[in-house]
């Protein structure tokens, strides 16, 4: 490879790699952090890539490394939105991801919208994570300074599905409760 930042036919560099030992390999020959990469069809920052696949270590690296956590993708989606739709891992392993993002970039999570475009409405953090399914996430949210407004009532639905674990269905009963009581 000439250069390390030269992306193959489907927008990928050695950058994207989630291993951490070869991102810091190809990061220390020259690669950009604040690189974009194809996953799973989509164009995302390196910071959005590592918090979709749950990567903690290489989220850590990245953002110990100048990554900006609020770089804008192909989908107008920056790392922090992909934060709160992750669910395909451990608890642990998410919650790390935020607590990261909260350590390294902190943000107002109040303020943050994110819209795909002008078709489409704003959502903030918490009807994002609600939207996605992630109650965890909803509760962190809520841990971690986010103020509920009487719309967020609607996130929540009373219904839970039997095939959810027991954490999640305690989660949602919590989260149910809480809204429960805005006006």
Not at 91 to 97: H, N, R
Not at 107 to 130: G, M, P, T, W
Request: net charge negative; hydrophobic share 35%; charged share 30%.
């Amino acid at each position: 490879v000439k250069d390390v930042n030269e992306k193959d036919q489907y927008g990928n560099s050695l950058m994207g790699s989630l291993n951490l030992e070869i991102l810091k390999k190809v990061h220390s020959l020259g690669g950009k952090i604040n690189d974009t990469t194809n996953t799973k069809g989509m164009v995302l920052t390196l910071i959005s890539q590592a918090l979709y696949w749950v990567q903690p270590e290489v989220v850590e690296y990245l953002l110990k490394n100048g990554a900006d956590p609020l770089k804008k993708a192909e989908y107008n989606e920056c790392a922090w939105d992909y934060a709160v739709q992750t669910i395909s891992c451990t608890k642990e392993d998410y919650l790390k991801g935020l607590d990261l993002l909260m350590e390294y970039a902190p943000i107002d999570l109040n303020e943050h919208r994110y819209q795909q475009d002008e078709k489409y409405k704003a959502y903030d953090l918490f009807e994002h994570a609600a939207a996605a399914g992630n109650f965890t996430i909803c509760l962190w949210l809520l841990d971690n300074g986010f103020k509920l407004q009487p719309r967020h009532k609607e996130c929540i639905k009373e219904e839970f599905f039997p095939d959810w674990e027991e954490e999640e269905k305690k989660d949602h009963k919590k989260l149910w409760e809480i809204t429960q009581k805005l006006k």
